[in-house]
């Protein structure tokens, strides 16, 4: 781990990994969004808005699946000092803040015709939106950090204490009364059909590659202004008073 810790050699493996990841990724969720809307059936109950979940369920992976990035870059960060894990960690909250907002906002849609409202102050809604609001906060939070000069500790712990949330997303659903769906797929057993399992996986696959292309094209970028910075500084430095 600490061998990719060199930020030139990170950026040289970043050269050649984030745009195989982004391609690839917007091959395959292109490619898995085409086939749910134009090849997968309508759904015996729900009907054409089964469609929306070739984005919604992916969105939801990855909102959880960032502050996930986020709390163990952070752990990383705080445990072992990695110089680029603080830069990983506020890589990847934008990321995981744009597909949480996509999807609340796609739930919302299939839940319009699914329960007949927008919005229900439901477990499972009520902790992404939590989530949401997290990520807000770690994103101002990183971003006065470094205004500031203050250490990523202070994030890092916040990134570590929002984690609890990471759970109760996933086990609301069981824990309460929720008209949210149970889950679909457990450990070794799927309730739903082939038809739309293939294509769903493949889009969770895609928008996957897509989250890592994305975190490491911002790794790169705040890893330049980092050393940019660091350049001006040594050069005020050296200017006579």
């Known amino acids: 781990m600490h061998g990719f810790a060199n930020p030139k050699r990170f950026l040289s493996l970043a050269k050649w990994l984030t745009p195989l990841l982004l391609g690839g990724g917007l091959v395959l969720a292109g490619g898995a969004l085409a086939w749910g809307l134009l090849v997968v059936p309508p759904d015996r109950l729900m009907g054409e808005t089964v469609r929306i979940l070739f984005l919604h369920v992916p969105a939801a992976w990855l909102g959880m699946g960032g502050w996930t990035a986020i709390a163990l870059s952070s752990l990383v960060y705080l445990v072992w000092r990695h110089p680029l894990a603080a830069l990983a960690a506020r890589a990847s ?4 803040a744009v597909f949480t907002a996509i999807c609340l906002v796609t739930g919302s849609i299939w839940g319009r015709p699914t329960w007949g409202t927008w919005w229900v102050w439901d477990g499972r809604l009520t902790s992404m939106l939590v989530l949401l609001f997290l990520f807000f906060a770690y994103i101002a939070l990183a971003q006065a950090a470094e205004r500031e000069g203050v250490s990523p500790r202070i994030p890092a712990i916040f990134g570590l204490l929002g984690a609890v949330n990471i759970p109760i997303i996933n086990r609301s659903v069981v824990w309460w009364n929720s008209l949210h769906q149970p889950p679909s797929l457990t450990m070794g057993k799927s309730a739903i059909d082939a038809a739309f399992l293939v294509p769903l996986l493949v889009a969770v696959l895609g928008f996957s590659l897509i989250f890592g ?13 980092t050393q940019t910075e660091a350049r001006l500084r040594r050069r005020a430095m050296e200017l006579p008073a």
């Open 93 to 96: 909250a934008v990321p995981g």
């Open 213 to 225: 292309g994305v975190v490491l094209a911002r790794m790169r970028a705040l890893l330049a202004q």
